[in-house]
């Protein structure tokens, strides 16, 4: 397994970040101020994302990206953190809990919740959004230097895209047209889709956003897949990708999950 890339950052319980299909670890840079001053925050670069080289020697399906970042909590000590997982890293989190103890999961507009294979529409989606990013990057980051062009590009995996600045989306942009580990995830995820294996023990809770444009609810969002228990929140005016849409409410939601595990174990004590 190739050694990921990480940010450090903050003091108290472990918080594990694990970000979308495309994107890097500094996509949580607008809510890690506010999480580091309650939790030790490991900011993760999935496999082939961002500063980590992709996997070479097994495919790139969630479970293996899973087992990548259990080597990494291993090697840094770190025994049952708070997992956060944004799209695929939300899928990767349900995998990794499977494998390895979880203080609690937040999952952010978790990808796997469809019925059979990847949903066309999110493939040709994904695809579209990858081949524009290598192809047209110079234009796309030419248009994000305005708002209608920030809407135009990013409107469908973000809810506010005109709060967005042009530095963020010229890096989203960058992000997603660069990754080496874009394509081995799509193929490795596109006939797959979460199934629960053994027993997760930790609280989970769900959010998607409402402006959600990626995940359809008829198509991606079937919550019965998921462990008995999971509380479901909202996160309204967000996209699929809420963390630079809404920092705050990202944040009081990821803090509401943690305290569930804390809330638990006092009753069971």
Known sequence: MPRLAYTRSGTGEPLVLLHALGLSRRVWDPVLPALARHFDVIAVDLPGFGDSAALTQ???????????????LDELGVASPHVVGNSLGGWIALELAGI???????????????RRNTPLYCRVSLRATRWLTRHAAGQLGFLVRFRLGRVLVLG???????????EYARAAIRWL????????????TARRRFLTTVPIDAPVTVAFGSRD??????Q???????????????????????????????TALIERSAARA?????VAG
């Open 58 to 72: 097994v495919e790139s399906t969630p479970a293996a990206l899973a087992a990548s970042v259990a080597d990494l």
């Open 100 to 114: 390895r103890a979880a203080a609690s999961l937040t999952l952010l507009s978790p990808a796997g919740l469809w």
């Open 156 to 166: 469908q995996t973000h809810g506010r895209p005109t709060h967005l600045t042009p």
């Open 177 to 188: 047209g660069t990754s080496t580990g874009f394509e081995p995830a799509v193929t490795a």
């Open 213 to 218: 444009r990626l995940l359809l609810p008829h």
């Open 220 to 250: 991606s969002r079937h919550l019965d897949q998921l462990p008995p228990g999971t509380r479901v929140e909202a996160l309204p005016g967000c996209g699929h990708v809420p963390i630079a849409d809404d920092p705050g409410a990202v």
């Open 262 to 266: 804390a809330t638990r174990g006092e």
